[in-house]
């Protein structure tokens, strides 16, 4: 894990805590493990918890995780297992709000305490917000995590108000540049500004709500929509009657009052083993080469997954590594879902070896391969042909980073008495002639 000069460090619930170096705030979080296997009612484990070592490079750290025994070999245990990981933004710079309100048409509300949705009284009008996610933005985490790693980002607010009546509180994309201590209703230009809603939820006591704001950060991480000019908040139930106002804290009230108010962010993703979801099987196994061929090109080592559909939507799921010349594959998909095929990469070969086609004839359905020359073929056991369905497939290139990480975790691999036997590659493919991990020797 890398921290960007954040100190980690794990608290007494379990979450990793990481702090500025200086003045010691909180940046964002880890939330505690959640582990769960695939039964239909999830059996959850306890007693999971982290472990953090300092890692010889900079601002790099060694995260474990910690698992009891027991829940893998309990019989009732369904696999796949799941880790669901949460990271969230709590601070005062990861949030910009801003108020503005039509009775104050050129006055600007940025540093107020509370944020007013509906309408507030003769003198103030109706009230709406402005919000952006600095905390999103200037994350090397969080950009560093492709669009079908994401699962969820959810904004978080505390509702002051205690007004009687609910309302629906939506929230739109905005389309134009602003500053949270200078924009004003007039400047705002809401008529002209105002983009496609994001989401909407009914808002009507003192507690905590949440707007899934999933599609726009993926529009802003994809330049579909951008960071700069965040989202706009209105109130679509009653502008008229301040029965229907909606209150909430901002985050100058988290920050200098009470910082249990604090609105904050949070985002669970996955660490790339289900794929976001995709119209065809071939379209989830082309961007199963584009994530992995990568780390398959760099290491010789073979990746594979499982390609499932489930509500006429297709998915690639429990990507892994295997050896420099096979991989464990699998017909087994979530509960609900209708298996469709497998796919691995070959690092040496352009073609299906016997074993990859017995397999699929074995399962039905297809078996699919990422070729090195980036190539993705189909394999149909119905009709025992084989169909180039992509070429010329430009996988993500790895960081220095990335590459580093994945030579550690692949030298044992490389090197194991499984690859060489009496120095020569076990499979006839001249890996002893190569100079590894350079793909181009």
């Not at 669970?268 to 083993?273: I, Y």
């Not at 070969?349 to 980036?374: K, L, R």
């Not at 430009?394 to 120095?423: M, Q, R, V």
Request: charged fraction near 10%; aromatic fraction near 18%; proline fraction near 4%.
């Amino acid at each position: 894990m890398q921290t960007d000069g954040l100190v980690p460090q794990i608290d007494l619930s379990g979450r990793i805590v990481l702090y500025h170096p200086q003045n010691g705030n909180e940046i964002a979080s880890f939330a505690p493990l959640h582990v769960f296997d695939s039964a239909p009612t999830p059996h959850v484990a306890q007693n999971c918890f982290y472990t953090l070592e300092k890692f010889y490079k900079k601002d790099t750290y060694l995260l474990s995780i910690s698992i009891p025994e027991s829940f893998w070999q309990d019989d009732s245990t369904v696999f796949p297992i799941y880790i669901d990981p949460t990271f969230s933004f709590s601070t005062f710079s990861a949030i910009y709000d801003a108020s503005f309100y039509s009775g104050y048409p050129d006055l600007n509300h940025g540093a107020n305490y509370f944020i007013n949705l509906g309408y507030v009284d003769n003198n103030y009008g109706v009230g709406y917000e402005l919000v952006k996610f600095h905390g999103l933005d200037s994350s090397t985490f969080f950009n560093q995590l492709s669009d079908s790693q994401i699962n969820s980002v959810t904004y978080h607010v505390r509702n002051t108000g205690g007004i009687s009546s609910s309302a629906i509180i939506a929230a739109y994309h905005f389309n134009n540049s602003w500053d949270e201590y200078s924009v004003t209703y007039n400047s705002a230009n809401i008529s002209n500004n105002t983009g496609g809603i994001v989401c909407s939820i009914a808002m009507g006591s003192s507690v905590w709500y949440s707007f899934d704001i999933t599609s726009a950060a993926k529009a802003w991480k994809n330049g579909t929509a951008n960071y700069g000019n965040g989202l706009i908040l209105k109130n679509l139930t009653n502008n008229y009657d301040h029965a229907y106002n909606q209150a909430f804290a901002a985050a100058e009230y988290g920050y200098y009052v009470d910082s249990d108010f604090m609105p904050y962010v949070s985002v669970v993703f996955n660490n790339g083993s289900i794929s976001s979801d995709f119209s065809t099987a071939p379209l989830a196994a082309y961007h199963f080469a584009k994530a992995v061929y990568s780390s398959t090109e760099y290491t010789y080592i073979e990746y594979a997954a499982t390609i499932y559909i489930k509500d006429n939507r297709y998915y690639y799921y429990n990507v892994h590594a295997g050896e420099p010349h096979s991989v464990i594959v699998s017909n087994s998909v979530p509960s609900g879902a209708t298996y469709v095929g497998y796919i691995h990469t070959h690092p040496n070969s352009e073609d299906f070896s016997n074993s990859d086609t017995s397999i699929a004839d074995s399962w039905g359905g297809y078996a699919f391969v990422v070729t090195p020359s980036y190539s993705v073929k189909r394999y149909s056991a119905l009709t025992g042909t084989t169909l180039t369905l992509y070429t010329g497939v430009a996988p993500y290139s790895l960081t220095i980073e990335e590459k580093d990480d994945l030579y550690a975790s692949c030298y044992s691999t490389w090197y194991g008495p499984s690859h060489f036997i009496n120095g020569e590659c076990s499979s006839g493919f001249g890996c002893e002639t190569k100079t590894w991990p350079n793909p181009n020797s």
